[in-house]
């Protein structure tokens, strides 16, 4: 989980690639050409060119063989992270 004042950056999807970028690079990639993905359904952040093309260009470049994003059904599934979230949340108000 990345955590960063949004007086600082915004959540845009450059923010979104860079933390994606950051985190793959520190994945051993002994066996790994598969990835899977799960994101909310935000425009601004997840569902727009720019992630798309990024990851597009981790296939195009032999780094990964395959990607698989998955976008929960609105108002029937929630994920792991957005529960993550409301917990720290509702700690910081405590």
């Known amino acids: 989980m990345y955590i960063y004042h949004e007086g600082q950056a915004k ?3 450059n923010e979104i690639c860079s933390f994606l970028l950051d985190y793959l690079k520190d994945v051993p990639r002994n066996n790994i050409n598969e990835i899977q993905l ?3 359904n935000c425009w601004g952040q997840n569902k727009n ?3 798309v093309r990024m990851l597009l260009a981790l296939t ?3 780094q990964l063989s395959k990607i698989v994003h998955y976008f929960p059904i609105r108002g029937h599934s929630f994920l792991p992270f957005d529960r993550d979230c409301y917990c720290e949340e509702k700690t910081k108000k405590t």
């Open 38 to 40: 799960y994101s909310d």
């Open 49 to 51: 060119h720019t992630l």
């Open 60 to 62: 195009d470049s032999g």
């Open 11 to 13: 959540k845009t999807a």
